[in-house]
T-cell receptor
């Protein structure tokens, strides 16, 4: 398996624009997690899904953030409108049950 | 709020030396403690993990020491190598039914020749 695949790897956008980050989990995994990593706050869980259903979105910072998982092989994290303070590395991870979480390589987002 | 406190923020060790990274937690409901290793431009990857029913777990040059009464655990890297240079994160998770990992803020390890 190719692992968790995230796209794009880098995204540069202007304040106010919509940003969509994409994730393809490992085939067969039933949990998908979105994390944000910053120097100040470290790795923070934003939201996670089980069998495509959002289970806990308490980490989503604001209504500007939304996440969807339309099927078992695809998830998106959308920021609309984006702000400079959203600049961070966003990671997607997947797992089979409570087993090891496998992380993607991340998307580095810069909002100017 | 659940927290895991990690120290030091950065660590420089000579090749062949021992690297030690420490973590402390407050929530006694945590029952799974993994360590993740992250290289630049990559996502974190599980390195080694421990449950609180044992005091130590060793995998190759990597050892986790766990002190349940002190609510502390640490990662020891023996015979540190330049290839070990990375950022290390400790994490913790509560029991059955929980899928949320709470991460420490990371330690940037540099192993110099």
């Amino acid at each position: 398996d190719a692992g968790v695949i995230q796209s794009p790897r880098h995204e540069v956008t202007e304040m106010g624009q919509e940003v969509t980050l994409r994730c393809k989990p490992i085939s067969g995994h039933d949990y998908l997690f979105w994390y944000r990593q910053t120097m100040m706050r470290g790795l923070e869980l934003l939201i996670y899904f089980n069998n495509n259903v959002p289970i806990d979105d308490s980490g989503m910072p604001e209504d500007r953030f939304s996440a969807k998982m339309p099927n078992a092989s695809f998830s998106t994290l959308k920021i609309q409108p984006s702000e400079p303070r959203d600049s961070a590395v966003y990671f997607c991870a997947s797992s089979l049950g409570q087993n090891i979480q496998y992380f993607g390589a991340g998307t580095r987002l810069s909002v100017l | 709020q659940q927290q895991v406190k990690q120290s030091p923020q950065s660590l420089i060790v000579q090749k062949g030396g021992i690297s030690i990274i420490n973590c402390a937690y407050e929530n006694t409901a945590f029952d799974y403690f993994p360590w993740y290793q992250q290289f630049p431009g990559k996502g974190p990857a599980l390195l080694i993990a421990i449950r609180p029913d044992v005091s130590e777990k060793k995998e190759g040059r990597f050892t986790i020491s766990f002190n349940k009464s002190a609510k502390q655990f640490s990662l020891h890297i023996m015979d540190s190598q330049p290839g070990d240079s990375a950022t290390y994160f400790c994490a913790a998770r509560t029991g059955a039914g929980s899928y949320q990992l709470t991460f420490g803020k990371g330690t940037k390890l540099s192993v110099i020749p």
